[in-house]
């Protein structure tokens, strides 16, 4: 198994892989659905060997867990380590199979004090393993606890450790938000690239976590993919006229558009594309769903570049609560939301399509002008433009703008107030502040308590 940190560092190419992990108790581990090929070479000697890894965000913590003295072992110095630092807690980015475990065990063992662990020797150099009693290895782990200042060594400081901790957790009054270093960076890229069109809408780059570059061919899969779903919809002329309205549609809004003969070269990546019908749907029954994890010929996809983002909604548990405490409830949705939002067109060309309403015509390229469904940062990008707005708008709308903050689910109206009155004045605020980005609110419903309609 290795990390995918370490499979995009080494850029490995990645292969479609379906095999599941499973843990103590048959739990299961999550991995990223791809495996790749690693050689390994021993730096102290002529060993190597080639192995198929699953790859996997993490694998486990720090190892070992906290420092270690090692002051006292009296390591000979003339023993080749395989980690010379192997005291101190280190990331782990590859955890090999048991049937190379043993192939890399050789003849050779030394045993250090008593208590001590021992040192065993591989074709990779020496490592420690094992340990001694479990007295012993509890004084040690104090004496190694001791002197590390990030984490408190006594029973008691550890005990008021775990209770602050508690409370953190057990305190509402303050939500504790937690971003990992991809979302901050993410929001960060965003604010250094707003833009405001003069319609009002928003414009925005997409946030590449690293090179475009490291994308290969994606027109042959997508063309293969495509034909297959001219195929399926030359066997149902009504879903095919569905679709075709869909893609119309798109390119009468000016959601996309075409990509001239002599510059399709400049294309470079694209997404497959193939429909979902939602027959319970009361405005559109077919959507058309683009596929940004479709790799290339590198084993990249454009979700892989792509940062993801933080959820900067309040979760949809809260929102419920509220809302049941409202008199006068009302709900809508934004029409058509992540198209709302405009994409800038540099970024353009990382969201081309293949598209022609007969077979009879040429393949022709497309590209997607808009924030696309099927990538990975679509959500955030939509919903903070949204938020950016509420900013940019809060003198004027002030109630819509705390609105737009609280009572949003992705694109989902869900609000209320006291009195008609006051539920009047929320649809109000809310349209007319949507209105100034160019989102349009719709299927508006609304009901008072004690009331039939």
């Known amino acids: 198994m290795i990390t995918s940190r370490l499979a995009n560092q080494l850029q490995l190419r990645k292969c479609k892989s379906f095999m599941s992990v499973s843990g103590i108790g048959d739990t299961g581990y999550a991995t990223d659905g791809f495996s790749v090929d690693v050689l390994l070479r021993s730096h102290c000697s002529e060993y190597s060997s080639l192995i198929s890894a699953v790859v996997a ?24 380590l395989a980690d010379p630092e192997f005291f101190r807690p280190q990331r782990i980015d590859l955890l090999i199979g048991a ?42 782990v104090a004496t190694a606890c001791k002197d590390d200042t990030k984490s408190p060594s006594l029973p008691d400081e550890r005990l008021d450790c775990l209770l602050r901790q508690f409370w953190e957790i057990e305190d509402c009054s303050e939500p504790i938000v937690k971003w990992t270093k991809e979302e901050l960076d993410c929001e960060a890229h965003f604010v250094q690239h707003p833009s405001r069109l003069k319609s009002g809408a928003y414009a925005v780059r997409l946030p590449l976590k690293c090179s475009s570059d490291l994308l290969g061919e994606s027109y042959p899969q997508a063309v293969r993919r495509f034909l297959s779903l001219e195929r399926k919809l030359s066997r149902h002329p009504q879903l095919k006229n569905q679709y075709a309205a869909f893609i119309k549609e798109y390119l009468e809004l000016g959601h996309m558009s075409a990509v001239p003969a002599n510059a399709s070269l400049t294309s470079q990546y694209f ?4 429909c979902v019908l939602k027959e319970d749907s009361s405005t559109t029954k077919l959507r058309v769903v683009f596929d940004g994890s479709a790799a290339t010929t590198s084993g990249y996809s454009l979700n892989d570049v792509l940062m993801s983002g933080p959820v900067i909604q ?30 800038f067109p540099e970024d353009s060309h990382l969201q081309c399509i293949l598209w022609r309403d007969s077979t009879q015509d040429e393949l022709q390229v497309f590209k997607l002008d808009t924030v696309t469904y099927g990538t990975k940062p679509a959500s955030f990008l939509s919903v903070r433009a949204m938020h950016q707005l509420a900013e940019d708008k809060q003198l004027m709308f002030s109630k819509g703008a705390e609105i737009l903050r609280r009572d949003f689910y992705v694109d989902d109206l869900i609000s209320g107030g006291a009195s008609v009155a006051e539920a009047v004045n929320i649809m109000q605020q809310t349209s007319g502040i949507l209105a100034k980005g160019q989102f349009r609110l719709r299927k508006w419903c609304r009901k008072r308590i004690g009331s039939r309609f």
Request: charged share 15%.
């Open 314 to 343: 309040p979760k949809l548990l809260h929102i419920l609560l509220r809302f049941r405490y409202h008199r006068v409830a009302i709900t809508g949705d934004i029409c058509k939301m992540y198209r709302c939002v405009r994409v």
């Open 57 to 80: 965000g993490n694998i486990t913590d720090l190892q070992p867990s906290f420092c270690l003295d090692v002051s006292n072992w009296n390591i000979p110095c003339n023993l080749n």
């Open 99 to 140: 049937s190379l475990f043993y192939e890399l065990l050789c003849v050779g063992q030394v045993q250090l004090s008593a208590g001590l662990p021992l040192l065993q020797k591989t074709r990779l150099g020496w490592v420690v393993c094992g340990g001694g009693s479990p007295v012993e290895r509890r004084s040690l």
């Open 271 to 274: 997404l497959p594309h193939h």
